[in-house]
C-alpha cells in the first residue's frame, strides 16, 4: 500500500517508519540512506525492502518486489516477516537479505 492510500502522506521518515511498525507493515523504498539510517539507529524495525534501482513504474516496481514478496510467502517457518531485516533488490530476482541493526 502507497503511504498515500493510508491517508499519511507528507509524514517524515521516522513518522513513517514508526507507522509501518504500528501497523505491522515493512516498508519499502527507494530512499536508501535515510531508511537504512533509521533502520540501523533503532532497536526493533518493521522491515526494510530498498529498492536501489529509481523511476521504476507500478508495473516494473512490482516485478522487482514479486520474487521478494512470493519467498517470503512460501517460508513458513518466516513467522515475524522482515522485522529488523532489510532486503536491497538489484534487479528483479537479484537481492541481499541481512538482519539490522
Known sequence: MHIAHAGRAGLSDAALFRYAFEQDMAVVTINAGDFLT?????????????????????DEQWQYLKPIVQ??????????GLVNEVVEILDPGKFRRYRLP
Open 71 to 80: 519467498l517470503l510467502a512460501a517460508d513458513p517457518a518466516n513467522k515475524t
Open 38 to 58: 533509521l533502520a540501523a539507529d533503532c532497536e526493533l524495525h518493521p522491515g526494510l525492502i530498498v529498492l536501489r534501482v529509481g523511476g521504476l513504474t507500478a
